[in-house]
């Protein structure tokens, strides 16, 4: 993995902390933290490590090298700079700081184009791409689609977000902007990397290029509609791309399952598929609770955070956790470090979510012992999420760890 792959690792680990630090103050009251905790996640923990997989498999699938790595090392700059300066302005709410941010992170997006188009147009050939059976190229031609649009949707979302900010559009255009965000460029992003990567690193190929097609379409219709119903306040609209977008994922999830299922050691690990899944059951509950607010407003304004959790901390960091576990070794072509504490993080992680899940419920409805099962789910999520970098340095740079923690060690006498 080159230097500036990994740097993009790092930025999104610290953004990783910074999220988790504002999770636990928005529990413990600090209700300011919100728009810069939802913002760091979106955009600086998730986004970080989806340029850090893009970075190193892009290359192998297009058996290509970046014509100017430079402008890699750029992006990575720019991200960084952006993802600091638009968490302060949000924090602080000092407008012109917020903007400062947001015009950072749109140039940062365009790079990150500019370097997936320049591997495509001007890459230096490095040799034969990974192989793949005929069915697999149907797939992988998709699954680009899906990774197309997904870049794509994150430029867009970030001038929405600096349109609002402008004054330009309504303040539901910044809801509609996450979303797009979410749906969009995450989760489309998700689905395109998936497909790509699970056949090849578990030898077991997905259901096949019809389901893939057809969870593609109905993904992007019930985008753009439930984009555009947030946007104009169309509540109807957004049921209808509620209830679409929970066709789609269900097709994802039956599309990957053939991979996730295998068990031996040549497979995904137990660890990684618990992860999945826990994720996918969370997902359920995000988008079933999104339906329902298209259908009673104030139900939406009152479990709001319940939604942002199983979405953002139940499904998007679950799913990074699991694939991130089976990937980054083979990544770098050794063991996962200590996988019995992997494990714990795994189920520290997923417990977390679920009690605060329950927090949230509870103080949205008063019921007694609220704030301290929140404060509770969140700081478990918040060691869960230490833990997961530590293993994830490991991995990255088992040297470098192993010196640090010696020297952290009590010495004896």
Known sequence: MARSTKLFVVSGLLALAAATTLHLLLALGWDQAWAALVH??????????????????????????????????LHWAV????????????????????LLGLGLELASSLLFMLNTLSLFLRGVPRGARMPAPPAQRAVDR??????????????????????????????????AAEHLTTLGWVLLMIVGVACHVLPRW????????????????????????????????????????????????????????????QRDPLRLADLSVRCVLAAFAFLALGIGLGVTFAFNRATGALLRP?????????????????????????????????PALAAAQSWLAIGGVALALYGWCAWAYAWPGSRVTLVAGCALQTLAAALFALIAARTLRPAHVAIALSALAPRRS
């Open 202 to 261: 578990t030898g077991v190929a997905l259901r096949g290029a019809t389901w893939l097609r057809w969870q593609l379409r109905t993904h992007l219709a019930a985008l753009l509609l439930m984009v555009l119903a947030l946007g104009l306040g169309w509540s109807a609209l957004f049921a209808v791309g509620g209830v679409l977008m929970a066709v789609a994922l269900t097709l994802f999830g039956w599309l990957i399952w053939p991979p996730l299922r």
């Open 142 to 175: 998709l699954a680009t689609t899906a990774t197309k649009a997904a870049g794509l949707c994150l430029p867009l979302a970030l001038a929405v977000l600096l349109a609002q900010r402008l004054g330009w559009l309504g303040a539901q255009w910044w809801l």
């Open 306 to 338: 319940l939604h942002a959790e199983a979405n953002l901390w139940g499904f998007v960091s679950l799913f990074i956790y699991g694939m991130a576990y089976h990937m980054l070794p083979r990544f770098m072509g050794r063991r996962l470090p200590w």
């Open 79 to 98: 991200f960084s700079g952006g993802i600091t300066v638009a968490a302060l302005g949000l924090l602080t709410s000092w407008r012109w700081l917020t």
């Open 40 to 73: 760091i996640t979106l955009f600086g923990w998730i986004s970080g490590l989806i340029f850090a997989i893009n970075y190193h498999t892009m290359p192998v699938f297009a058996a290509r090298d970046f014509p100017w790595p430079r402008l890699i090392w």
